[in-house]
T-cell receptor, first 115, second 116 residues
Framework: EADIYQTPRYLVIGTGKKITLECSQTMGHDKMYWYQQDPGMELHLIHY???????EKGDLSSESTVSRIRTEHFPLTLESARPSHTSQYLC??????????????FGPGTRLLVL | AQKITQTQPGMFVQEKEAVTLDCTYD???????LFWYKQPSSGEMIFLIY??????QNATEGRYSLNFQKARKSANLVISASQLGDSAMYFC?????????????FGSGTRLLVRP
């Protein structure tokens, strides 16, 4: 089981501010993911990384950007927050295994409210 | 196309009774994994149970079991002896190849409420 951490847990911020959502894991997992989820709805993949210096966009278009400079750290940045960015953001990680055998473990999530 | 369908938006169950949450999937690939996650109101996604497409037996983890019917493409979650703490959203997910890589595809979720 992965230990995966996200900060902040809750964030209320004004329009136009730059924000960074932090995600870190202590299990040495190569793969990390960011999902966006509106309340009570399904999760949508917005970014993923298969290792250091590797990042890809997910299925849902997002104005956020990510970086992967260290294995354990996968921060997500919004340069200029807007009310449409209000959502929950969930970070996940998994170890490299044969594709369909991988289990993703999730962090506690960050609930973002942009006023 | 890869797809997960959960047809029950909400379910009620009496405490200590068993409940089945439905999940059907669609994929043409023979290699896939099926997962169930629990999401309490606090927001985190908790991994519950996994079933691989080549597994011969249904997966079990404590009070959770997965009723895997491959021919019907269903992977229902059974929770035995429901507890109040089981009240949460439950998501079925499938890991299958999409555009040459494996991705986790989620259903729309089922909200379970356990009554005392």
């Amino acid at each position: 089981e992965a230990d995966i951490y996200q900060t902040p847990r809750y964030l209320v911020i004004g329009t136009g501010k730059k924000i960074t959502l932090e995600c870190s894991q202590t299990m040495g997992h190569d793969k990390m993911y960011w999902y966006q989820q509106d309340p009570g709805m399904e999760l949508h993949l917005i970014h993923y990384s298969y290792g250091v210096n590797s990042t890809e966009k997910g299925d849902l278009s997002s104005e956020s950007t990510v970086s992967r400079i260290r294995t354990e750290h996968f921060p997500l940045t919004l340069e200029s927050a807007r009310p449409s960015h209000t959502s929950q953001y969930l970070c996940a990680s998994s170890e490299s295994r044969t594709g369909f055998l991988e289990t993703q473990y999730f962090g506690p999530g960050t609930r973002l409210l942009v006023l | 196309a890869q797809k997960i369908t959960q047809t029950q938006p909400g379910m009620f169950v009496q405490e200590k009774e068993a409940v089945t949450l439905d999940c059907t999937y669609d994929t043409s690939d023979p290699s896939y994994g099926l997962f169930w996650y629990k999401q309490p109101s606090s927001g985190e996604m908790i991994f519950l149970i996994y079933q691989g497409s080549y597994d011969q037996q249904n997966a079990t983890e404590g009070r959770y079991s997965l009723n895997f019917q491959k021919a019907r493409k269903s992977a229902n979650l059974v929770i035995s002896a429901s507890q109040l703490g089981d009240s949460a959203m439950y998501f079925c997910a499938m890991r299958a190849p999409v555009d040459s890589s494996y991705k986790l595809i989620f259903g729309s979720g089922t909200r379970l409420l356990v009554r005392p």
